[in-house]
C-alpha cells in the first residue's frame, strides 16, 4: 500500500537539457507565429511551458487572444519538433539521480510522479532519452493548467483515482530546484526537498525556506531519509 506522495520536478531536478530546447521553442514560435519573442533571453526556471509561449510573445507586441488562436497549434510543433531533434547528448542526467530513482522505486510504500512545467510529450521525451521514464507512472503537466501552483492538486486527485490512497499533506514531498516548486509545496502544505542543481544557489533557495536543501543528489542515503521523514516544513 502506498504511503507517501513523492513528486519530482524534470528540469534543473532530474536532468540538464542543452539548448535544443530554446532552439526549439524558437523555431516552433517563428513557423506559427512568425516570431520567436523573447525566447533568446527569457528565462524559463520554473515556469510552465504555456505560460512561457504567452510571455515571449507577450513582449513581441502579440496580444492574448492572437497567441491563445494559434496555440494548440504551437504547442504541437513544438513538441514534435523536440522529440525529433533532442538527443541523449542534450539531456545531462544529474548526480545520483538514478540512484535515488533506483532505490525509491523499490519501496512499495512510495508512489512516484512528476509535478512540471513542461507539457507531458515534450517533458517525457526528456527522460526517456536518460531512460528514467518508466519511474513514474503519472503526473501533472503544463498541459494540464497554466499556473504551475494548480499542479498539486491535479496530481493528487490522478494519486488518488490510480491508487485509492487519500495522502495526507505529511505524507507528500514535492522535490525541485527553484521557489515555484517550494511554492507548490506550500500549495498542499507537503514537504518540500529543494537541490541546487538547477540555476539557483543554496543560498538563493535557502530564502524560500524549503524543509531540506541539497547541493545535489549524490548522497542517495540522505535523500532517501530526508524524503521518508514525515516532518512539517
Ligand atoms: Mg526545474
Redesign the pocket.
Known sequence: MHRKLVLF?????LVKVGSVNRRVLADALIEVYGTEGSTGRHDF??KMDGAIIYEVLGNAGLERHEIAEKFDRAKDVYVELFRERARPSDITLLEGVRELLDELSKRSEILLGLL??NFEASGRHKLKLPAIDHYFPFGAFADDAFERTDLPRIALERARRMTGTNFSPTDIVII???E??IRCARVLDARCIAVAT?NFSMEELAAHKPAVLFKNFAATGDVVTEILTTQHS
Not at 520536478?9 to 531536478?13: N, Q
Open positions: 520536478d524534470i528540469d534543473g531536478t526556471s520554473g512540471t512545467g525541485g530546484d527553484t515555484h516548486d538547477g
